[in-house]
């Protein structure tokens, strides 16, 4: 699969020797998580896998050169049965996703490290992974933290700002940069799984009150946003502005030290 990540800031391609001589105390491994599955009529299955390493890479590329941070190969396949149903899609059940990261957090112990990222770029994966951030750092005594995307995007409508969150302009947009060979610009649709303004208090992410929903629910294409808007130009602004951002918090994990203990 195509990567954006620079060489030397790629674990895999270290041998362990190389790896039993980093500062292990120090050095802050990124451990990508993705989903393989559906994204509507116009853009690839692997498209959160993608967007990860797009930004992750562009991030990394910013980096101090003296900051031992390292990204590890990507977990491809995440929790998506909110869209099996979508020929494409691969899920993989809560425990199987769970156990995995608690493996790969339990062999990075075993290497000596100490420092471990979760960088995100699926939504379905989101409760999961604090899940297990938090039992990492119990278990393990791991310094464990969850980097979800980029943060938002500039510029967008505020429907498409609040509801836009899957095949959507930001991700369109994001691809028409990174691969436009990969994006179907002929064969967009929008749904939206609520419209700003509606009355109640109940939603579906992202508030106190929600309620649990499938994408067959509401989005018979797949898409939930409007990809009409994208453009090449903004995709490029927007991974410029996110991957700062990943950067900075990067350098921040880096540096972080708990508290001392009482």
Same mark, same amino acid.
């Given at each position: 699969?195509?990567?954006?990540?620079?060489?030397?800031?790629?674990?895999?391609?270290?041998?362990?020797?190389?790896?039993?001589?980093?500062?292990?105390?120090?050095?802050?491994?990124?451990?990508?998580?993705?989903?393989?599955?559906?994204?509507?009529?116009?853009?690839?299955? %692997? =498209?959160?896998?993608? +967007?990860?390493?797009? #930004?992750?890479?562009?991030?990394? !590329? /910013? *980096?101090?050169?003296?900051?031992?941070?390292?990204?590890?190969?990507?977990?491809?396949?995440?929790?998506?049965?909110?869209?099996?149903?979508?020929?494409?899609?691969?899920?993989?059940?809560?425990?199987?996703?769970? %156990? =995995?990261?608690?493996? +790969?957090?339990?062999? #990075?112990?075993?290497?000596?490290? !100490? /420092? *471990?990222?979760?960088?995100?770029?699926?939504?379905?994966?989101?409760?999961?992974?604090?899940?297990?951030?938090?039992?990492?750092?119990?278990?393990?005594?791991?310094?464990?933290?969850?980097?979800?995307?980029?943060?938002?995007?500039?510029?967008?409508?505020?429907?498409?700002?609040?509801?836009?969150?899957?095949?959507?302009?930001?991700?369109?947009?994001?691809?028409?940069?990174?691969?436009?060979?990969?994006?179907?610009?002929?064969?967009?649709?929008?749904?939206?799984?609520?419209?700003?303004?509606?009355?109640?208090?109940?939603?579906?992410?992202?508030?106190?009150?929600?309620?649990?929903?499938?994408?067959?629910?509401?989005?018979?294409?797949?898409?939930?946003?409007?990809?009409?808007?994208?453009?090449?130009?903004?995709?490029?602004?927007?991974?410029?502005?996110?991957?700062?951002?990943?950067?900075?918090?990067?350098?921040?994990?880096?540096?972080?030290?708990?508290?001392?203990?009482?």
């Amino acid at each position: 699969m195509k990567t954006w990540i620079p060489d030397e800031r790629f674990l895999p391609y270290r041998t362990w020797k190389e790896v039993d001589a980093l500062p292990k105390d120090k050095t802050l491994i990124v451990l990508p998580t993705a989903a393989i599955e559906q994204h509507g009529h116009h853009l690839p299955l %692997a =498209t959160d896998t993608l +967007l990860n390493n797009y #930004l992750l890479g562009h991030a990394l !590329r /910013k *980096l101090p050169p003296d900051l031992h941070i390292y990204a590890l190969a990507p977990v491809c396949y995440g929790k998506s049965n909110e869209h099996l149903g979508y020929p494409g899609t691969f899920s993989l059940s809560r425990d199987t996703f769970i %156990a =995995t990261l608690r493996d +790969l957090g339990r062999s #990075l112990h075993a290497g000596g490290f !100490r /420092k *471990l990222v979760f960088f995100n770029s699926h939504g379905g994966n989101h409760a999961l992974i604090d899940v297990m951030a938090r039992d990492l750092r119990a278990e393990l005594d791991l310094t464990t933290f969850c980097l979800f995307g980029g943060g938002g995007a500039s510029g967008l409508s505020e429907q498409e700002a609040k509801f836009g969150f899957h095949a959507g302009e930001v991700e369109t947009a994001l691809l028409l940069d990174a691969t436009p060979e990969l994006v179907h610009t002929d064969r967009y649709t929008v749904n939206y799984i609520r419209k700003v303004g509606d009355p109640g208090t109940l939603l579906p992410e992202f508030a106190y009150a929600t309620y649990a929903w499938l994408t067959r629910d509401i989005a018979p294409s797949g898409v939930m946003g409007d990809p009409n808007p994208a453009t090449a130009e903004n995709g490029r602004r927007w991974c410029s502005e996110m991957s700062s951002r990943i950067a900075a918090a990067l350098v921040e994990m880096y540096a972080f030290e708990h508290p001392s203990r009482p």
